[in-house]
Every structure is written in C-alpha cells, then in structure tokens.
C-alpha cells in the first residue's frame, strides 16, 4: 500500500500516518515543518520524527517538506511518488496549520480578515490543490482511497455553528469536498470519504491543558470542559482510516461523512486504550453550546467511552 498523509507533522495526520505504518504501509508524510525549518505554527514536531513512526510500526516512512499552498510543489510531489512507486492507493487530506487563525464566538466583522482569508486557503485550497495534483495517480490502480479529515462530520455540523464563521466553513467545505469527489472517482472504482476525529488529545491540546497522555484525565479535574473526559488520542482516527483503507469493500462508504467512532463500531477496533470514545454523540446529548449543568441534565462522560 502506498499512502500520501497531507499534513502529518502532528496531531490527527501523525496518528493516521502511524496507523497505516502499523498495517505495512509506505506512507510519504508532508508537512511544512522540519528538523531544520518550522512553520509559522512555531511547534516543534517535525515530518521527519512522523515518518520514523511510521517505520517504527512496521511500514517505511518517507518525509517530504512540501507546502500545500503551493501547486509547483504538489506538483512534484506527485512527480516523486509517481516515479518512486508508479501508484498511490491512498490520499489523506489533512492540511490545516490555521490553529491562530481565529477567534472563537467572535463575529466576522470583528475578526481578523486576514487572517480569515488565509484560514479558508490553508484549510480548503491545499485540499483541493492536493488532489488536483494526486489523483491522476491514485486512479491509476482503479480503486484508490480519498480521504478528507475534517472537525464534525455533516450531519453534525449542519444544525450547528461552529464558533466562528471562517471555521464552520472550512470544516463544513471539506466534508462536502469529499462528497463531491465520489462522484468524481466513482467512475473510476475510487472511494473518498469524509472523517472527523472527536475531541483529540493532540500534542498541542495536552500541552494547552498542562497534562500529558499519561495524565491527561486530570485536565478535567482543574476545570477543562468536561467533554474533554470524552477524548481520544489520534490513533483512534488512525486506525480509522487504516481500516477503510484495508477494506476491499470500503466503496460502501463512498461520500459519506463519518467520525472516527462510527468507524470504529463498524470494524470493531478501540483506542489506545481499550475504549471507544463517542464524543459527538456526547455533545450532542449535551446539547452543544448550551451550559447542560445548569439544566440538570448532563450526562456522565464516563458513558461515553
């Protein structure tokens, strides 16, 4: 299996990048942050540390710094993969990198437009430019994987805000994105499909809350939001994806938007620990931005993993 995970310097493409590793995977790791040059993120984790996860799980880790944004060097990207392996079975869009890029329960004509701007580009142009450049190769096998990571699948998503105008767009937009490719690669015995992680434990969100993967239940106890008790790590959407990519009937799946516990009730696999995670499911019993606690009734997070 050959994999391209776009956007796996950390966070969600790490995890995914990881999982299809565990399943022997070559899987090329993009990002824009290297050992020897950082993203305006301005974090530490490098595409280099990524793809020797991957060859640590037991597949071949390749990182390549390729900035997304930039068409000439998806461009040849897809000229190095084509010429190094011929095929690509799998393509992970997970560009992001728009963390700073705005402000939550803050009107757009209080927003930043600059910002805003570059958050859509960042979060929907790279997909697009990602896969104009590598699907030609991916239909090259007849039954190639497209998969968009988004934060809240449609269905979710479509009833709510997501906080900030520039946000529910981008996120909303990529699910539709993989909509729109299945019919695009139908004709070609592709699948895409749209998958959200829940509330993840990413390196910056352990960081924010002060704890770590071996402490990150007590986040909870010094006031973080309670749905956090209903977290999961990124493995969680990466042994997502890695199973839809091992399924030789992962068409059944085809346009549709799905989160990281959907998949894991159809195939059967947990997280890291053991659980499976149902943070939307969580939110939405909640009742999602509404202060549940003072209604009397908030569920127990417990129930939910």
């Not at 020797?52 to 071949?60: C, F, K, M, P, S």
């Not at 991916?138 to 190639?144: N, Q, R, S, T, V």
């Not at 996120?171 to 895409?192: D, I, S, Y």
Request: aromatic letters at 8%.
């Amino acid at each position: 299996m050959i994999a391209l995970v776009a956007g796996a310097t950390r966070g969600t493409g790490r995890g995914i990048a990881r999982e299809l590793g565990a399943i022997g995977a070559t899987v090329y790791c993009t990002g824009r942050t290297t050992r020897e040059r950082r993203s305006e993120m301005n974090r530490s984790e490098t595409i280099e540390e990524t793809a020797e996860l991957v060859t640590a799980a037991g597949g071949t880790g390749i990182a390549v710094r390729v900035d997304h944004l930039e068409s000439d060097q998806v461009k040849a990207l897809a000229e190095r993969i084509d010429s190094e392996q011929g095929r690509l079975d799998v393509l992970v869009n997970d560009v992001w990198g728009a963390d700073s890029l705005w402000s939550w329960n803050t009107p757009i004509w209080e927003q930043d437009l600059d910002k805003g701007l570059r958050l859509l580009r960042l979060g929907i142009d790279t997909h697009i430019i990602t896969s104009h450049h590598l699907l030609p190769l991916l239909i090259k096998g007849g039954d190639g994987l497209v998969v968009e990571v988004t934060d809240g699948t449609w269905d979710f998503n479509v009833t709510r805000y997501r906080e900030s105008l520039v946000y529910d767009l981008a996120k909303m937009a990529v699910n539709r994105l993989a909509f729109a490719q299945a019919h695009e690669l139908r004709p070609h015995g592709g699948t895409a499909v749209a998958v959200s992680p829940g509330f993840l434990r990413s390196e910056a969100m352990l960081e924010h809350f002060g704890v770590t993967e071996d402490t990150w239940r007590e986040a909870v106890a010094k006031g973080a939001d309670a749905a956090f008790a209903v977290s999961e790590t990124p493995a969680y959407t990466g042994r997502a994806v890695a199973a839809l990519a091992a399924d030789p009937d992962r068409g059944r799946w085809s346009g549709r938007s799905v989160s990281s516990e959907e998949v894991a009730l159809a195939y059967g696999f947990t997280d890291v620990d053991g659980s499976r995670p149902q943070v939307w499911r969580y939110l939405t019993d909640v009742g999602y931005l509404t202060d549940a606690a003072d209604k009397g009734v908030a569920p127990d997070p417990a129930d939910y993993r």
